[in-house]
């Protein structure tokens, strides 16, 4: 079974840094694309960043591009998100998710597995 385990979120001021990690298990980082989605309260879960590894390619949405970078280290099976420039709205749960469709697939019911989700706050 394919598990995802993601940390790194917490309470940061606006225009700081975080760092999320999400570790994964099985053929996760192998055969699947791996991304991150999040969430906000009384909204639905919205793509943020996606990567694969073979042939290398990622996305990213409008409203983080420039700011957010997803990686991958195969060593550790774990992939990153490296948030800058953070801002009020990037305020939410930010789970990570596994499918064969990512990074090009951006469309949560299609996920095929998440993590826990960790909760990143953006406030002074």
């Known amino acids: 079974q394919v598990q995802l385990v993601e940390s790194g979120g917490g309470l940061v001021q606006p225009g700081g840094s975080l760092r999320l990690s999400c570790a994964g298990s099985?053929?996760?980082?192998?055969?699947?694309?791996m991304g991150w989605f999040r969430q906000a309260p009384g909204r639905e879960r919205e793509f943020v960043a996606a990567?694969?590894?073979?042939?290398?390619?990622?996305r990213y949405a409008d409203s983080v591009k420039g700011r957010f970078t997803i990686s991958m280290d195969n060593a550790k099976n774990t992939v990153y998100l490296q948030m800058n420039m953070l801002k009020h709205e990037d305020t939410a749960v930010y789970y990570c998710?596994?499918?064969?469709?990512?990074?090009?697939?951006?469309?949560?019911?299609?996920?095929?597995?998440w993590g826990q989700g960790t909760q990143v706050t953006v406030s002074s």
């Open positions: 998710a596994a499918d064969v469709n990512l990074p090009y697939s951006r469309n949560a019911k299609e996920i095929s597995y």
């Open positions: 099985g053929r996760t980082f192998s055969t699947y694309g």
């Open positions: 990567i694969r590894r073979a042939p290398p390619d990622s």
